[in-house]
Nanobody, 123 residues
Framework: VQLQASGGGLVQAGGSLRLSCAAS????????MGWFRQAPGKEREFVDA????????YYADSVKGRFTISRDTAKNTVYLQMNSLKPEDTAVYFC?????????????????WGQGTLVTVSS
């Protein structure tokens, strides 16, 4: 499975941005898709995840109510809609996938990773 993240950019605080993660290859092996982020000087942290088949989603407390993860199965793409952005949301965002159905928050639980896309939120 190959993952390609895109959509990052510069946005003012309070604004919105939508990230995309296009999957290719053996996509039928994907059970859960997730997003992580890494701010400058900090460790990578979990943002949210959802089952590829639909139904279950899970969000970190820091983004709950502001971010929404969704997917388009026809396009093999997962989206991260980010609203009410804050300067502390500034980070490189990574999409990831795992073949197991548990909604995993740990990096080690994900087998496939995309390259990061930078999101910068100005105050």
């Amino acid at each position: 499975v190959q993952l390609q993240a895109s959509g990052g950019g510069l946005v003012q605080a309070g604004g919105s941005l939508r990230l995309s993660c296009a999957a290719s290859g053996r996509t039928f092996t994907m059970a859960v898709m997730g997003w992580f982020r890494q701010a400058p000087g900090k460790e990578r942290e979990f943002v949210d995840a959802r089952r590829w088949s639909g139904g279950y989603t899970y969000y970190a407390d820091s983004v709950k109510g502001r971010f929404t993860i969704s997917r388009d199965t026809a396009k093999n793409t997962v989206y991260l809609q980010m609203n009410s952005l804050k300067p502390e949301d500034t980070a490189v965002y990574f999409c990831a996938a795992r073949p197991d159905y548990g909604l995993e928050m740990r990096e080690s639980g994900y087998k496939y990773w995309g390259q990061g896309t930078l999101v910068t939120v100005s105050s």
